[in-house]
């Protein structure tokens, strides 16, 4: 069951290593569409207007507090994570930088092209879909091996420290961010519990789905 899912897989595509600056030409491909589908996740949640992520209510809520604008501070919690990957041995790759550009690119394609519905139910369905779409792209960008996002990082390292299963790992993490968030001051929406215990489930979908395909 994909819920029990543990690893990473591998499959014919993956880079044999992080640290690789010349990758397959299907790596790549599989990195950048890994990376479109979570980028247009996370712009199809802005869109809903049902609430912003888990990491976007703990920055908003560390911002009330100490006054610095909510970009500030999700670019200080992006280092302090980084920071935390070292104990957890986890290594970034070209991959970690390639996230940050294409991820913006494509939450600002959707907010552009994409019309926030009218319609509540239609808002909570934007929403749920969106959260698949994180965890399918994330799924498959992870697998391409080339290094992940820092909340990726932080969950595969987590994930091999304790031996929990990936949804368990994601879904307690991004729990316990937007509890923080939200004792600290941040706005939590119908979005944001659905993305909080959503994604750990849907990225092991995402996960188990291309073992499945590429493995079998």
């Known amino acids: 069951m994909f819920l029990l899912i543990k690893k990473v897989p591998k499959t014919y595509w993956s880079s044999n290593k992080p640290f690789n600056f010349k990758p397959k030409s299907s790596t790549l491909f599989f990195l950048c569409l890994g990376l479109s589908l979570f980028g247009l996740g996370e712009g199809l949640l802005i869109v809903s207007f049902t609430g912003a992520s888990p990491w976007s209510v703990l920055a908003q809520g560390i911002s009330f507090n100490i006054g610095f604008s909510v970009g500030t501070i999700t670019l200080f919690v992006s280092v302090a994570v980084l ?29 552009y092209f994409v019309p926030t519905p009218e ?54 993490l991004e729990i316990s961010v937007v509890v923080i968030g939200w004792y ?4 939590v929406g119908i979005g944001t519990l659905l993305f909080a215990f959503g994604i750990g489930p849907a990225v092991a979908l995402g996960l188990f789905l291309v073992d499945k395909i590429f493995n079998n």
């Open 83 to 111: 920071i935390l990957w070292i104990p957890l041995k986890q290594k970034p790759g070209i991959g970690t930088i390639i996230n940050v550009l294409i991820i913006a690119l494509m939450i600002d394609v959707c907010i």
């Open 184 to 187: 600290l001051g941040g706005i």
């Open 119 to 172: 319609n509540y139910i239609f808002k909570i369905l934007l929403a749920i879909i969106a959260v698949v779409m994180v965890g399918l792209g994330g799924g498959i960008y992870l697998v391409s091996n080339l290094g992940p996002g820092p909340r990726d990082g932080l969950m595969i390292g987590l994930q091999e420290k304790t031996n929990l299963p990936v949804a368990v790992v994601r879904s307690l």
